[in-house]
């Protein structure tokens, strides 16, 4: 099982953050809900429900069948447990728990190419074509 290459989950994450970016926005000129508007420092400036969507998103999205996010999906790479199977929904939401924590991401670039968020939920990325999955 190959390990993503961090350009494809770079990639994989802008296009994720765009897609919630809009969600976030068009719940905010829908739902009218002055503590869904409060930005907190320390999600980066990000607003409680981008980080409430953001969890949600992950979650759902890497917990399924797929085990990939939109963005994932389009990189052809998808999240496993270290021996290869599916992720549990649980291990899913506590990996999207964990990408709320600043910087975190930054372990990426150590040996294993695993993020906090990866830690946390007993993860990794891997290259789908590299497994004949495509």
């Not at 320390?42 to 939109?70: C, D, N, R």
């Not at 447990?81 to 990426?108: E, M, N």
Request: glycine letters at 10%.
């Amino acid at each position: 099982m190959a390990k993503a290459p961090i350009e494809s989950r770079l990639c994989a994450f802008i296009i994720d953050a765009n897609i919630l970016s809009f969600l976030t926005e068009a719940i905010k000129k829908i739902v009218e809900v002055p503590l869904l508007h409060t930005e907190y420092s320390v999600f980066g400036g990000v607003t409680l429900l981008g980080a409430i969507l953001a969890v949600l998103y992950f979650g759902l999205m890497e917990g399924s069948l797929k085990g990939a996010t939109i963005g994932k999906q389009v990189m052809k790479i998808r999240v496993t447990t270290l021996d290869g199977q599916r992720l549990s929904y649980r291990a899913a939401f506590l990996r999207g728990i964990g990408r709320l924590v600043p910087l975190g991401w930054l372990l990426v670039f150590a040996q294993d190419n695993r993020a906090l968020h990866d830690y946390i939920g007993g993860s990794h990325v891997v290259d789908v074509v590299s497994e004949g999955q495509e």
